[in-house]
């Protein structure tokens, strides 16, 4: 019997994929392409789309098919077995496209297509595939000496070990640490469930009293919640001071952050940059990091001043009300929360009611009739899990566009958090048409007691952010796999479809009808509505700051800082915060001894990218603010302008030609409340 990782006929077959079936697959398929890129190598015909470009593709798809299945599987039911399979197979993949990138034989094929003189008859995505090759060529180092090559191989080793170490530092510190409360009249303010589960907490350690942890179902309602000011501030200090000189020296992060830095920066001048930001903003939309920190800088002069306001309203409540004559970072989210009660009351519970999920879903898939005049219909295809379902999209004549797959409700096994991922591509080879397949990953509450799953309205907008970033995969109309869908898209402009989709989620003629109290059958009322609507830019101003802050750091660290110099990351991190900062933490914070999406994720001079795609979606969703949310013209236009061409032309461009001018930031910051 064929193993189902191979078999490429259709949706995957999840149903009879196991451990066993991984290395095989794995094993046949690098085989097989790595005796095809002998042969492509070798050949002294001259290189064509269809005998180099399109094999060199057939290969790579199979193999990122199948992996991609593993590791979508070991995200989403990751079992012992599993999970063994996947990490003795993961070097054995990293290495074959490390190499690959390396390949100055290939290179030079794809060089030689690019000057070749009939370059200009293909079509504009596959010349943009051949563009993409040729930097990411370049940006893998193929184009250096041997010499060179060896210490850049040897360099990303490296860095790869030091990320994934920076990572383990910040999760055994974070695991590591516990706190026992003895007194439970110290634990006042904190919801009962939270009490109830570090009770239970304790009792598994043997000990009395209740366990307090670090992690984020135990230290964000203490800080929220607890009116015991003392614990408040324990907890906090040992939070920001988390894999840091405060702690075991094994897990210090401070040492490995200028080590990261410094062979970044070795790494960018190997490759003839001036400094890593350049590396990082190669294949981004924003050109330069003198661009980058301009754009951040025009955004913290105007939302400053909103985030001083934010802080003189929260240090006025705290005094005024409170009792708190000063502010101290261990109080800043419990007084935000008793101010946030007391402005809008309302809570998230009580909004929660009239979304089930059985309305909700329903109501997404209606919008995307509205606005593309598509259908949305479940599909029975084998899943991973019970509670997985498969949906297809079609057009208005029901040809099919794509199909996705909703993995809704937490589970144990389950990685955190909401994501999407491409399982398939669309792609013509030929007269076949292969069409586009999507995972969308939630982590939401499953039904309970018979009734219906229930969100949150945050967990509402995280589904339709999803979704947006599904459509952007699945509605493509490009018919080349590197630049379909969500492929060979700008980093910093991948967020745009999903943050677009995320403002409807504010208009009250998408909500509305997506509305129905679970018990009563009664719709959204309008005045609980306006409450939710009033306090979405509660603190906006304070956010953005954050956020700046955070952006401008990564971008200076990358781009005009001295690793090996006598400045410290914290020591430049104060200089930005006199910069842009309303709230300065206590001396012992280590901030950047945890900010994992830089040293460890891949957002290492990349982190302005939420904003920046934020200034591209709130702008794109101004137009169809003018025309009407449900306009179904701007609807179309968005989809043939920005959703159909995945990355077969700049992002720049295609918004443009969506919005019929330049983006400009004056909707997001109309969205924030900051006009
Ligand atoms: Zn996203």
């Not at 890129?37 to 015909?45: I, K």
């Not at 002069?301 to 005024?320: C, H, I, Q």
């Not at 101010?339 to 209606?366: C, D, H, N, W």
């Not at 970033?469 to 493509?476: D, F, I, R, V, Y």
């Amino acid at each position: 019997m064929i193993n189902p990782l191979l078999d490429f006929s259709g949706l995957p077959s999840f149903d009879r994929i196991t451990p066993a079936h991984v290395a095989p697959a794995v094993t046949q398929l690098l085989d097989e392409n790595r005796r095809l890129l002998e042969t492509l190598r070798s050949t002294t015909v001259a290189p064509t789309w269809e005998n180099f470009v399109q094999p060199l593709e057939d290969a790579n798809e199979r193999l990122s098919r199948a992996w991609g299945q593993v590791s979508h599987l070991n995200a989403v039911v990751n079992s012992p077995a599993l999970r063994e399979a996947y990490n003795a197979n993961l070097p054995k993949v990293t290495q074959y496209y490390a190499a690959l990138s390396q390949d100055q034989i290939l290179f030079e094929k794809f060089k030689r297509l690019h000057a070749a003189h009939d370059f200009s008859s293909l079509s504009p995505a596959q010349q943009r595939v051949i563009v993409h090759e040729l930097r990411d060529f370049r940006l893998g180092g193929a184009a250096l000496s041997p010499t060179e090559k060896e210490r850049f191989l040897d360099i990303q080793e490296q860095l790869a070990s030091l990320s994934a170490k920076f990572e383990d530092n910040v999760l055994d510190a974070t695991n590591d640490f516990a706190w026992y409360v003895n007194n439970v009249t110290e634990l006042t303010g904190v919801p009962a469930d939270v009490v109830q589960a570090a009770r239970e907490a304790a009792e598994q350690d043997g000990k009395p009293g209740w366990k307090l942890t670090l992690r984020a179902p135990s230290y964000l309602p203490v800080m929220q919640y607890a009116d015991h000011r003392p614990l408040r501030e324990t907890i906090y200090r040992a939070y920001a001071t988390r894999a840091s000189e405060f702690g075991p020296s094994a897990w210090d992060n401070t040492p490995l952050i200028r080590q990261i830095l410094a062979l970044r920066q070795e790494a960018a001048h190997l490759l003839g940059f001036a400094n890593y930001a350049e590396v990082s903003l190669a294949s981004k939309m924003a050109e330069t990091p003198r661009q980058v920190l301009d754009f951040l800088d025009e955004l913290a002069a105007k939302g400053r001043s909103y985030a001083r306001k934010d802080l003189a309203d929260l240090t006025n409540f705290a005094r005024d009300t409170l009792g708190l004559p000063e502010i101290a970072a261990w109080d800043i989210a419990y007084v935000s929360e008793k101010l946030r009660q007391q402005r809008y009351a309302f809570s998230e519970q009580e909004i929660k009611q009239y979304l089930p999920e059985t309305v909700v879903l329903p109501g997404m898939f209606q919008l995307v009739t509205t606005l593309y005049g598509l259908s949305i219909a479940p599909v029975s295809a084998p899943g991973w899990h019970p509670d997985v379902r498969c949906y297809q999209i079609t057009d208005r004549e029901g040809t099919p566009l794509g199909w996705f797959y909703l993995d809704l409700y937490a589970r144990e096994n389950k990685r955190g958090g909401a994501w999407m991922d491409d399982a398939i591509g669309r792609r013509r080879r030929g007269d076949d048409l292969q069409m586009p397949v999507a995972y969308l990953n939630c982590n939401f509450s499953a039904p309970v007691g018979g009734k219906p799953a229930l969100f949150t309205h945050d967990e509402v907008i995280t589904l339709f952010h999803e979704f947006g970033h599904g459509l952007h995969h699945l509605l493509t109309q490009v018919d080349v796999l590197g630049v379909s869908g969500i492929n060979g898209v700008e980093w910093d402009a991948v967020e745009l479809p999903s943050q677009f989709m995320e403002n409807f989620c504010w208009e009250w003629a998408v909500l509305h009808p997506m509305t129905r109290h679970v018990d009563s059958g009664e719709p959204l009322p309008r005045a609980l509505f306006d409450r939710l609507l009033a306090a979405k830019n509660f603190q906006s101003g304070m956010q953005l700051v954050r956020q700046l802050e955070f952006s401008l750091f990564d971008m200076r660290l990358h781009a005009d800082y001295d690793p090996t110099g006598t400045q410290s990351p914290l020591q430049l991190l104060d200089i930005i915060r006199d910069q842009v900062a309303v709230i300065f933490p206590p001396a012992y914070h280590r901030f950047p001894n945890n900010f994992s999406h830089i040293f460890a994720g891949g957002y290492g001079a990349g982190y302005y990218s939420y904003k920046w795609a934020e200034v591209l979606s709130a702008d794109a969703y101004s137009l169809f603010e003018e025309n009407g949310v449900l306009n179904a013209e701007t609807g179309h236009r968005f989809w043939s302008e920005v959703l159909s061409v995945g990355g077969s032309r700049p992002a720049l461009e295609s918004f443009t030609r969506f919005r019929g001018r330049a983006p400009v930031i004056d909707a997001l910051l109309r969205h924030h409340g900051m006009t």
